[in-house]
């Protein structure tokens, strides 16, 4: 199994995939390679980059919104779903209040937040989702849902990074940009998603190789039996992985693929 993050991993600036990252990875699918998706996206802002690889014919799967849900390319269906509760979200609300950040959530389709910020800006151009700016987040967020973002300067969200982590210690917290500090329910994160798929498909831990850049990454790189940093990794995960290849514009994702699969 090769498991891949999108942005700024297998996706270059400009939101594409390449098309040398293109032709590796479906040659590498005939070889009886599952090639999975995995990341911060919401599962509607995965679908298409899916089916361009052919996901949906060789019967892979898209992990989203962090390891929040597990579902199958071919047909949508859900195998796996965990949410934040009604009063973690407003939990989450009062804290982002308390340290003066932004924070969104996603319900039917949309992003919905109290407030504007370039950092919302940025997460309506990546996901292509409709942003619906409600007076009351609270009173408008009044079921369930998979994760919430707190948006900020990535200097000051690092210091919020380390606070909230003391403050929720019963939730998942990770950076997927420096602007993006995500929480998810407590256990979720992309490596208890990668373990749940590898499990279904009896593929070994050590038949799997993970290809990330951020913190939200880290689980995974660490779990995988080749934990793998594209070159424009956040510095100080570097070590943190076995092998570092290109960045995300230089094709590191066909460099692996070509290294490791493709022999």
């Given at each position: ?19 040398l990252?293109?032709k590796?990875l479906?040659e ?7 090639v999975?998706?995995a990341?911060g ?13 052919e996901?949906d014919?060789?019967?892979s799967?898209?992990?989203s ?12 269906l859900?195998l796996?779903?965990q949410?934040?509760t009604?009063?973690?979200?407003h939990?989450l609300?009062d804290y982002s ?15 919905i937040?109290e ?5 919302i ?7 292509g989702l409709p ?15 998979v ?9 000051y ?5 380390k ?6 210690p019963?939730?998942?917290?990770a950076?997927s940009k ?9 256990g979720?994160?992309?490596?208890a998603?990668?373990?749940f798929l ?5 593929i ?9 850049n951020a913190?939200?990454?880290?689980t995974m790189?660490e779990?995988a039996?080749l ?6 990794v ?5 070590d943190?992985a076995n ?10 994702v066909?460099?692996?693929v070509?290294r490791?699969?493709?022999?």
């Amino acid at each position: 199994m090769l498991v891949l993050d999108m942005d700024d991993t297998l996706l270059t600036d400009d939101h594409k995939i390449s098309e040398l990252n293109k032709k590796v990875l479906l040659e590498a699918q005939t070889k009886g390679v599952y090639v999975v998706l995995a990341s911060g996206r919401p599962t509607s802002a995965m679908t298409a980059y899916a089916k361009e690889l052919e996901l949906d014919l060789n019967d892979s799967y898209i992990i989203s919104f962090n390891g929040a849900v597990i579902s199958q390319a071919k047909d949508d269906l859900v195998l796996f779903e965990q949410c934040l509760t009604i009063a973690q979200i407003h939990d989450l609300y009062d804290y982002s209040v308390k340290m003066k950040t932004h924070i969104i959530t996603y319900l039917d389709g949309e992003i919905i937040s109290e407030t504007d910020s370039e950092y919302i800006e940025i997460e309506k151009e990546i996901t292509g989702l409709p942003h619906n700016k409600v007076f009351s987040f609270k009173d408008y967020v009044d079921r369930p849902a998979v994760k919430c973002i707190l948006l900020e300067h990535p200097d000051y969200l690092k210091k919020v990074e380390k606070d909230l982590k003391t403050e929720m210690p019963h939730l998942s917290i990770a950076m997927s940009k420096p602007f993006f500090l995500e929480a998810a329910q407590h256990g979720i994160d992309k490596a208890a998603s990668i373990k749940f798929l590898a499990e279904k498909l009896n593929i070994h831990q050590s038949e799997i190789i993970a290809v990330g850049n951020a913190g939200n990454d880290l689980t995974m790189i660490e779990y995988a039996g080749l934990g793998v940093w594209v070159d424009n990794v956040t510095p100080e995960l570097r070590d943190r992985a076995n092998v570092i290849v290109a960045s995300n514009n230089n094709n590191g994702v066909a460099e692996v693929v070509q290294r490791y699969i493709l022999v």
